[in-house]
């Protein structure tokens, strides 16, 4: 039951997002027992970014947050993808994502909790 939300400064077009989508719900499988059949999405465009006191560069902000815990090796190579993902499809820098982790142990779906 994963949840990935990303928030850039970029204006993203509808073919954008669809390919984003399609390719994160690939990449969530690096996380072992994750898949896009769980997987929730949601994006924000044109954010009011700053890093490093400048908002002159294209920049990111990805949260996931999942039902469990992964590895830190998947945690690496989840990383890894969705910044190669957003560096392909919106030409964001690696070094200008940042990409959060929370592990939930309570999540909530269909009027109950898991």
Same mark, same amino acid.
């Given at each position: 039951? %994963?949840y990935i939300?990303?928030r850039?400064?970029?204006?993203?077009?509808n073919?954008? /997002?669809?390919?984003?989508?399609?390719k994160?719900?690939?990449? &969530?499988? @690096?996380? %072992?027992g994750?898949?896009?059949?769980?997987l929730? @999405?949601? =994006?924000?465009d044109?954010?009011n970014? +700053? =890093?490093k006191?400048?908002?002159?560069k %294209?920049?990111? =902000?990805v949260d996931?947050?999942?039902f469990g815990?992964a590895?830190k090796?998947?945690?690496?190579n @989840?990383t890894?993808e969705i910044?190669? &993902?957003l560096h392909?499809? @919106?030409?964001?820098? %690696?070094? /200008?994502? +940042?990409?959060k +982790?929370?592990?939930v142990?309570?999540?909530?779906?269909?009027?109950s909790n =898991?």
């Amino acid at each position: 039951m %994963p949840y990935i939300s990303t928030r850039t400064n970029v204006k993203l077009s509808n073919d954008q /997002c669809e390919s984003i989508k399609t390719k994160l719900g690939k990449a &969530i499988e @690096l996380l %072992p027992g994750k898949s896009e059949n769980w997987l929730m @999405l949601s =994006f924000e465009d044109e954010s009011n970014l +700053y =890093f490093k006191g400048k908002n002159d560069k %294209p920049l990111a =902000f990805v949260d996931v947050k999942l039902f469990g815990k992964a590895s830190k090796d998947a945690y690496n190579n @989840l990383t890894r993808e969705i910044a190669n &993902i957003l560096h392909e499809e @919106l030409n964001i820098q %690696p070094d /200008c994502i +940042y990409v959060k +982790y929370e592990e939930v142990s309570t999540w909530g779906w269909n009027g109950s909790n =898991f």
